[in-house]
């Protein structure tokens, strides 16, 4: 949100400073975005770990299948702790979709931001 | 090809194979020395009985002539590979079930029965294999606890063993206008292809409700996330649960332990609330007649599979000849 503040100055001459107020509401929508990612981030690397994934296959960009190699079953453990941790329902048409970390939390917050 | 595949093992169409026993061989040698691995031993049975020539002769054939030449062919098999009975006789044995000749001899009947369920689809039209269905299969009071589950709000699995007329659970309950999703493994492209083009069929011929496979295994699928999509959409979801699978549990199976379950008690645990579950057995009657038997599953994280190794024990008490992993290596926990 920008605010306008007219300051008197001597030369009678108001300046305008214009600014940006950071309101709670997006303060608080922009520290979600990064728990969220830093939260799924750790979740699939405890569960990559547990099937020998090399850490260095664990990116936010990095395919889950392709690149960490998760089956299925770990897939679905990512998605029941998801709506767990996060409260919230993720329709199934959206499933197909949950392919990395970047997607996964984009998926979150907008069902997040729906259920808010 | 196969409308609708049993995930115990898909046909393979190929050159018929028996190997005769060489006499000098003692009998109590030939289980070790002609054992071959369990996927190896049932894709011979699967080519010697699904051979290319009696795939080219079933359209048109009688479904009791192909009932007759199924028990031949499976009879001829076992005679040239005694230590399958002996396999069949082991297992038996170690469950505590009757293993005397007359026994084991039911059990390799209702093998070749099962083969005979898996290819009396491809000898008929939709038109008549509905017909065929609807005189021979009650799954009325079966299908109408599915539907119960589903107008309350809940995706239902129904899980089932590799038991009975397995093969009639999907179109069976797709003559019920349920939604079938059915979990399973395709081995070859081509049966993939068929598999959905049959489906496809029989949907658009308006005699049978939507059937979609979920292939397991598939490269680039996801079985698991395909089936919690099923039971989302409130499907009917069918898997089979008697299989070793990464996923599977210690459970106790008459007194003894094997790995089962196939994951289905974590997919249960993630539908949660949102799920129905049953057991499901396609029993064969004596008089060539099919009922399918439907236990309703508690479904809370604690115990699922127990409960449905519990049902598959009550059912393989009661029919032992139909339980269709007595003629294969079982995945006992402990080998001795």
Redesign the interface.
Known sequence: MRRQLYVDCPEKRTLSISFHVSSPARRSRVMETAEIRSTIKDLITEIAEDMDTEASAITEDAHFTEDMGLDSMALLEVLATMEKKFSVSIPESEFPNLTSINKCAETVEKYMAQSN | MHPFLSPAACPVAARPEGRAVPPHVPREQVATVSAPPRTTRTMQLSRFLQSDDLLASLKGMEPGRLRETMLARTRQWYDAHPGEHDLVRANMQRFGLDSSERAVDAVIEHVALHYFEKLVPLCMGTGDFREFLDARVDAADAAAAIAAARKNGKGVLVASGHFGAVEFVVPALATHNLPIAAALRFKTEEFSRSAHAHARAFAESGLFSPISFIEVGRP???????M???L??KDVLLSVFDEKT??SVEVSLFGRKVWGGA?LD??M??AGADAAAFAAFMIRDAGEGYRLSLSELETGPAGFVRQMYAHLERVARAHPEQWYFLHEDIPFVEQA
């Open positions: 680039g699928t996801h079985a698991a996330l395909d919690a999509a099923a989302r959409r990464d996923y994951g974590k997919l645990a993630f």
